[in-house]
């Protein structure tokens, strides 16, 4: 007896969550297309993926065991794909990543039973202690030759004490250019499978927004000649990040908002990565504080394997959309990432800048969006819709976790 072959599956979005959900799904034996205006090799303010630095440092709260599970499946399948790549084509590598923290005021430092080096680890936003590799309190920052660390304050704090606390671990760093055509090129080994199709002028939505992009892909996928009949489509994954905040509408045009990040890629690669939190008293717009951990700053040298770049950040300006880089926050960045890893400065004591770059993350202000729904659409009928966006700054560490519940939301279509 023959086996019905299984659903074809629609993924509209090519962003580092979509490409992962496709090759999930690909690997659970379905066919898949992603279709999407921006694909990997191209670099626009729309997209967001391509700007990202990337690493693996967990943004999920104490208590937010459902993105915990997401980062965990992604560190560890990160950890393994960087054991077996023997040449860099992933783009991953494990480097130690040491968290800095100027005051005892942040989440992540929340429960510490004192105020001490060696009871930083305890702090609460560590819940991933048990599952990295390596993971510490930096008892002594002086004797880890964290003492250049220190800075001028005005609060009363003696320049000698540096940070107030440190942890270290084991981490992936991703170069993000790399990965992401790994993805892409991942997706297409599967024998026909699984292809990633490139729409120029985007896909219509206008005046009909969710229903008629769905109608409009399968109406798309089917004059292609990739399926001979819209009944071979199972569902549509809504992968499109933050234009899902125009295409969905409604109750979503309050709930997402753009972030946006800058960052410097210089000329060699860090010891270590290293990211720092807290606040600059020199600086007066240093930024609201955001996210779980009450940032508000945030400095980070994210080594890139491969590449012989590191890139140097950053900034959260939530609800700017600008997409230029900007002079002054390119000098705050080259500034404070002197502190974090000098031995990457030139002999004039300056960074070999490489580019600048810009790039807006889809914040949606309750979490992420993964889940499933069923619409009915213009032209008659009705669609299996799984929604995949609104990952903030934690696209990458999300993607392997986000991806494997979207399989079992189709699954619970029979799909």
């Not at 659903?7 to 297309?33: C, D």
């Not at 990633?196 to 008629?212: A, R």
């Not at 000098?331 to 004039?348: G, H, Q, S, V, Y």
């Amino acid at each position: 007896m023959s086996v019905a072959p299984q659903k074809h599956i629609i993924i509209v979005g090519a962003g580092v969550i979509g490409l992962q959900t496709a090759i999930t799904l690909l690997e659970a034996g379905s066919r898949v297309t992603v279709i999407a205006k921006h694909i990997p090799g191209d670099t626009s303010i729309e997209y967001c993926s391509p700007w990202a630095g990337a690493q693996w440092r967990s943004h999920a709260a104490p208590s937010d065991t459902r993105q915990q599970g997401w980062d965990i499946a992604t560190y560890k399948h990160w950890v393994d794909l960087a054991k077996n790549d023997t040449d860099g084509t992933t783009g991953i590598c494990i480097r130690e990543n040491v968290l800095l923290y100027d005051d005892w005021s942040y989440g992540d430092l929340k429960g510490c039973p004192s105020g001490k080096y060696e009871d930083a680890g305890k702090g609460e936003g560590f819940w991933f202690r048990d599952e990295v590799k390596g993971f510490r309190a930096v008892t002594s920052p002086k004797k880890e030759g964290l003492q250049r660390l220190a800075f001028e304050r005005t609060d009363g704090v003696q320049q000698d004490e540096i940070i107030a606390a440190a942890v270290t671990y084991e981490t992936p760093f991703v170069n993000v250019p790399v990965y992401l055509a790994y993805l892409k090129a991942r997706i297409l080994e599967y024998d026909g499978r699984g292809r990633v199709v490139k729409i120029e002028d985007g896909l219509p939505f206008e005046n009909g927004g969710l229903p008629k992009l769905v109608d409009s892909t399968l109406q798309i996928i089917e004059m292609g000649g990739l399926i001979n009949d819209r009944s071979e489509v199972g569902a549509v994954v809504n992968a499109t990040g933050l234009a899902a905040r125009d295409i969905v509408g409604g109750r979503e045009k309050e709930q997402m908002v753009s972030e946006r990040g800058q960052v410097i890629v210089v000329k060699g690669v860090a010891e270590k990565g290293y990211t720092r939190i807290g606040t600059l008293s020199s600086d007066s717009d240093a930024g609201v504080k955001a996210g779980n951990t009450g940032e508000a700053y945030i400095s980070y040298a994210i080594p890139r394997p491969g590449s012989g770049t590191t890139v140097l950040g950053g900034c959260k300006e939530r609800g700017r959309w600008e997409s230029e880089p900007e002079e002054e926050t390119s000098r705050k960045i080259l500034e404070r990432c002197k502190l974090l890893c000098p031995e990457l400065a030139t002999n004039n004591g300056e960074f070999d800048v490489v580019t600048t770059q810009v790039g807006l993350r889809p914040i949606r202000f309750d979490g992420a969006r993964v889940e499933d729904e069923v619409l009915k659409l213009p032209s008659g009928g009705e669609a299996v819709v799984v929604h995949a966006y609104g990952n903030g700054g934690a696209g990458f560490q999300n993607s392997v976790g986000v991806a494997r519940e979207v399989l079992d939301l189709l699954r619970k279509h029979q799909l």
